[in-house]
């Protein structure tokens, strides 16, 4: 009989696991939350149910009205800046009280700024719900998007609206910096990007998939490339949309790992809050009803 040397069977080396593998499972250790990443699914979970349930609710939806405006201005100053990389002139941005929005430019190159409008807003939220895993993340976003309403006041100086949301807008996120050291403007900041989110997937499955609207961004690409009618690019653009969504949770949980004290810890020594010995205002529920009220009611007294 042939001799088999059994001994071989029991070298590792044989077992030793090749790199597809070991990068699967190192990503799947990356990817499974931690208790306060498990926490930011479950209130971004909530936001997408409460989205979508006042985005139909004709009184109650007066309750996201300004955020809505906020997503269409990501959506303008998307067609703004990719028509400023290509060359293009802004002439005007506007901010219609009826939920709408317009970039006027001269210039250009329309097959790159007319899906900027959907896909910059969708990629906009997207970074912000990366954010919105980190608190110190969150103060990064919050001096990006205080840069993007500087550009925003620029190109709509002559719309009020757009001066009123701003405003109420900075207010939100100077009043969330003060609480917990930060704690709570993640939590703003995610909305932010799940907002921005939902507002590009209903807004392509209705203006693009559910009925077809001619003056839509999809239409005037379709016109422009003449290859594909407009509900093809609208479905191809809400894929991308979807894909955005994802990775901004997957990278959210592979890049900060963080728990809530130690996020808390160093929020305390990075852009703290200037006057208070733990560089931050504690979250009790005085506190919070202090700084809300104000802001919440000014907001509401221009709609």
Known sequence: MPHVDLSTFNDTTLFHPGPGQL??????????????????????????????????????????YPFKLLTVGFHEMSHAFVGVLTCAKIHSIELDPNEGGATSMSGGVSWLTLPAGYLGSSFI???????????????????VLAVFFLFTLWWARGSWITWLLILGMSGLIVMFWFVDGGSALRYFVLFIGVMSCMYVLWDVIDDTLAR?????????????????????????WLVIAFVFFALGVIVGLVSF????????ADAAHFLPVPGSHSGALSLTPNSVIAWTLPILLSILGFL
């Open 23 to 64: 990068f699967l499972r190192d990503f799947k250790t990356q990817i499974t939350p931690n208790q306060t990443q498990q926490n930011t699914l479950i209130v971004a979970g909530v936001y997408v149910v409460a989205i979508a349930i006042l985005w139909h609710i004709p009184y109650l939806s007066v309750i996201i």
């Open 125 to 143: 939220g997207a970074c912000l719900i990366v954010c919105g895993f980190d608190t110190n993340a969150s103060k990064v976003a919050s001096i």
């Open 212 to 236: 077809k609207v001619n003056t839509s961004d999809a239409s005037e690409f379709a016109r422009v490339c003449g290859c594909c009618p407009s509900r093809v690019w609208g479905f191809l």
């Open 257 to 264: 790992k963080q728990n809530a004290a130690e996020q808390k």
